[in-house]
């Protein structure tokens, strides 16, 4: 049986792990409002949302915007950075959340935990 070739780790380029501090979910109808377009959320946490961007290089890395998050008849004004791009194998920018007070957080928290039941 032939033997297969050695990898030695110092040969592995490294790269950047994202590390996630609290769950993430799908929120179906979850909207942000972003430089004046409004992006479905395909993934959703107080911390930061995953937006379905047709382009996503006319979003600038670490620029920050004022956003709104809508969903049904709610919404909530926050401030976010744009902080990932990807194009493969999904298409859009992920942003987080900056400069949150305690009641955005609040709100935030509670609008998540009612967009994660869908409506009947």
Known sequence: MPSSPSTNDDDLPSAEVERRREPRG?????????????????????????????????MALGKSHPATLTYQE???????????KEIDPRRGIAVRVVAASRETDEALRRMLAVAEVPPE
């Open 26 to 58: 799908l929120f179906p109808g979850l909207s942000l409002s972003i430089a004046g377009r409004s992006h479905p959320v395909l993934e959703a946490s107080r911390r930061g949302f995953f937006l379905q961007v047709h382009d996503p290089e006319s």
């Open 74 to 84: 709610q919404r909530l004004d926050l401030s976010v950075e744009v902080v990932r």
